[in-house]
Every structure is written in structure tokens, then in C-alpha cells.
């Protein structure tokens, strides 16, 4: 039974699309993420929601849009695909500001 | 110059080396992470520290707050721990700021 899940694992789309990945945790955490992995592997923090709140938002284009319909549940949303945002996503969660459990990733190829 | 910088960048070992990862940040933080990236890609957390020392099996974490620094040790190193070691220094909402990683290789 896994604890993070997202999905889909992997994306394949054309520039101008628009797509969403979803994710979901069974762990009863109160706090979820979104954070993007490059293509040189390095990992940023994009979006954190606390009980369905959105608590972090960095400097992310506002094609890209986070929704937490409930605190198990915090889907990404992005719109008008672009070459850059070729990447992988990982889905997390946590306790408050506690140990975080990654989703498998979602690798996003922009074509 | 980033918050968060690791040390070595890449490291190769003979299995049973002593493996030493360090770890230096700038940024104010609620707690230091210790992460674990398998070649397959997976992310799981291995330590979250904000004082001294923990030890789990043969991994080792200890950090200096005063020196903003910490260190990540592996004894007895095998090849099934070949993979890349990400430090991260946590906020009080709990986002991370990354280091780049550590790639280690580990050979039979």
C-alpha cells in the first residue's frame, strides 16, 4: 500500500498543452509538496499546502497551479506547456515541518 | 554561491571504506535532512536532525549548529548503498532548500 502515490509516472506532451499530475498520501500527514527535479538532478521547492492551505509559493510561473481538494489530496495543474518544463515532479509529504515521504516522481517530457 | 553546499560531488569507494558526506548551509533552519536517491530515481528520507547525533544501522548523522555544518557517515559500505545523498536544510513550515548531491559509487 503505497504512502505517497502520484500519478501518471511518466508524461509525454506537446508544447502549448495542458496537463495535470495528481497525488495522494495515506498517511494522514497535514502538510504536502511539490518539488521539481532538473535535468541536472537538482530538486526545488515549488508549491506547500498545510491542511489544504497554501503555506510556501515560490517563484513558480502561474501556468502552474496546485489544488488541494482535501489534505490527502494535492494535484498539480499546468498549463500551456513549455520545453523548460521538461522535469521530473515529486509529490511529498509530511507532519508539519517533519521527516517528508516522496512519491515515486512523475517524469514530464515537453516535446 | 548556494545556501546549502555538499562535499565531495562524486565519490567512488571500495566496499567496506569508511564513507564521510559533508554538508554546509548558510540559510537559518528548523532541522537539517539527510536524503537517499536510488538509481532508479526514488527519494526516501533517511535522517532529520536539529542537534548532535542519530545512527540508524550504518548510517550515521551528526551536525554542528554553530558551524552550520553536518556530516553524513556510511561504515562498512556496500554496493547496495551506491546511490546520490542530498542534504537539505529544512524551514520551520517545512520546506527544503537542496544541496546538489553526493553521487556515490560503492565497488564489489
Known amino acids: 500500500d503505497t504512502a505517497v502515490s502520484q500519478t501518471p509516472k511518466y508524461l509525454v506532451t506537446q508544447m502549448g498543452n495542458d496537463k495535470s499530475i495528481k497525488c495522494e498520501q495515506n498517511l494522514g500527514h497535514d502538510t504536502m509538496y511539490w518539488y521539481?527535479?532538473?535535468?541536472?538532478?537538482?530538486l526545488k521547492i515549488m508549491f506547500s499546502y498545510n491542511n489544504k492551505e497554501l503555506i510556501i509559493n515560490e517563484t513558480v510561473p502561474n501556468r502552474?497551479?496546485?489544488?488541494?481538494?482535501d489534505k490527502a489530496h494535492l494535484?498539480?495543474?499546468i498549463n500551456s506547456l513549455e520545453l523548460g518544463d521538461s522535469a521530473v515532479y515529486f509529490c511529498a509529504s509530511s507532519w508539519g515541518p517533519g521527516i517528508q515521504y516522496f512519491g515515486a516522481g512523475t517524469r514530464l517530457s515537453v516535446l | 554561491k548556494n545556501e546549502v553546499e555538499q562535499s565531495p560531488q562524486n565519490l567512488t569507494a571500495q566496499e567496506g571504506e569508511f564513507?564521510?558526506?559533508?554538508c554546509s548551509y548558510s540559510v537559518g533552519i528548523s532541522a537539517l535532512h539527510w536524503l537517499q536517491q536510488h538509481p532508479g530515481g526514488g527519494i526516501?528520507?533517511?535522517f532529520m536532525l536539529s542537534s548532535g547525533k542519530k545512527k540508524h544501522g550504518r548510517l550515521i548523522a551528526t551536525i554542528n549548529i554553530q558551524e552550520?555544518?553536518?556530516?553524513?557517515?556510511?561504515?562498512?559500505s556496500h554496493p547496495r548503498d551506491s546511490a546520490v545523498y542530498i542534504c537539505a536544510a529544512g524551514g520551520s513550515q517545512g520546506n527544503l532548500i537542496f544541496g546538489k548531491g553526493t553521487k556515490l559509487s560503492?565497488?564489489?
Open chain 1, 36 to 42: 521539481k527535479q532538473d535535468s541536472k538532478k537538482f
Open chain 1, 64 to 69: 502552474f497551479s496546485p489544488k488541494s481538494p
Open chain 1, 75 to 77: 494535484n498539480l495543474h
Open chain 2, 19 to 22: 564513507i564521510t558526506i559533508n
Open chain 2, 44 to 46: 526516501v528520507s533517511l
Open chain 2, 68 to 76: 552550520k555544518h553536518s556530516s553524513l557517515h556510511i561504515t562498512a
Open chain 2, 106 to 108: 560503492v565497488k564489489p
